[in-house]
Structure formats: C-alpha cells, structure tokens
C-alpha cells in the first residue's frame, strides 16, 4: 500500500557512503512550490531532497531511496556529519519564516504523515532519529519551523513526542552564563544528538542549539534561553528515550 508518488526526477544525487536511519525534514522556503521543485532538479543549484509534498498533498519523488540527496548542507547529530549519506530528506512545501510561516494545510499534513510512515517502518528509523533541518543546522537553518505538527506525527509513530512543560517564571540559563548548571544542560542536548559541546559556557551555539530544541519540542516560545519549562521537557524527552 505504498503511497502514490509523481516522478519528477532530479539530477542532484551520488553514492551513500552509510546505513539510511534519519528522516530529515524541510520546508521549502520559497513562494511556490513549482518555483521549489524546478530548484530542486537544476543541475547548476546542486540541492535535492528525495521527497517534495505539495500544500494539496501531492507527493513528488526526485531521488531514490537508496541515493545521497543533497539537502542536508553542513550539519551533524549523534555525531555523525554526512547527514545526507544517512537520511532520507522530505521538502515540505511553505514558504517558512521568509513569508510569513503559513500553516501547513491538513491534506498536506496527512501526506507527511502517510509517506514518512511507510519511510520508517521500511528503513527501520528510530523515533529519535526523525528530525528537522535546524535540528542538525542549529542556527543556520531555521526548517520545518516551530508551528510544524511534530505532535501528530507521533501519534502516528513517526518521532518522539512528549507534552511541553508549561512556561512559569523562574530561573533560567541563558547567554555568558558559566558552570556545571550549564554543562548539565549541554550534557543532556547532546545525550539526545544534538552537535554542541559540554564544556560548561553558554556560549552562541549553546544558545542556538537551546533554539533549536525549542522549535521542535517546546514551540511556544523559541529564545534559546533555557528556562524551566526548556530544561523539564529536555529531561521528559530523555526519559522517554532511555526508558
Ligand atoms: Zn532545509
């Protein structure tokens, strides 16, 4: 019961140099989703993703399963940095932070949902390995935004969810802060795989990856300060993970 696909073949692809165990995805950023897919099989851009999903739920296949697309760019989780070579990439259509973060349409959703199902279930993909472009990129990508639904997804199956703690006022961590209250917290961030170091400094790309987090798993507010409700949905999250 595969899911139905139009082919629109792109030529930007080579040789995976690893086992596929991450689902990556995206929003396409730009106006249109014709203006997104010529993009996506221009030769001279050298971007693709295997999927693209269309706001009606249109699913187009570019590149094989079994190839590297090229949609990842510098980026790292769990440790490992040639995150093409072991991702399957989704684009999803929307015209992201630069147009206003349109919501993703119902019939769209239920595309993603549909295709990443059957990508999971036949590539066998951890939850936790289902993950955004910013999650990988902290800081430099920004996709598939912080109003994407990864709470349905997970009821799905695809992904990991657990309900955000609630925003209170209280301490927080935050930039130029110092200590093992920070080595903590940069502990816990890449226990899960996220690419920043424990080295006890906030510094910007603690920041960042804090960010990052947020936009995925605490959306209503991404500052990249950690504050309570931050620190108690990483600790949920990591609960969850270990069991
Ligand atoms: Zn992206």
Redesign the pocket.
Known sequence: MAVECIERPSPNFDERKGPVDILLM??T?METGEAAAARLCSAEARVSAHYMIHEDGRIVRLVPEEMRAW?AGVSSWAGETDINSRSIGI?IVNGGHDFGCPPYPDVQMAAVEALSKEIVERWNIPARRVIG?SDVAPGR?A?PGEWFDWARLARAGVGLWVEPEEIVEGPSLSRGERGDHVADLQFMLADYGYGVEVMGRYDETTEEVVAAFQRHFRQQKVDGVADISTLMTLRRLLELVRG
């Open positions: 995206h929003y950023g949609h684009e472009h990508k996709d």
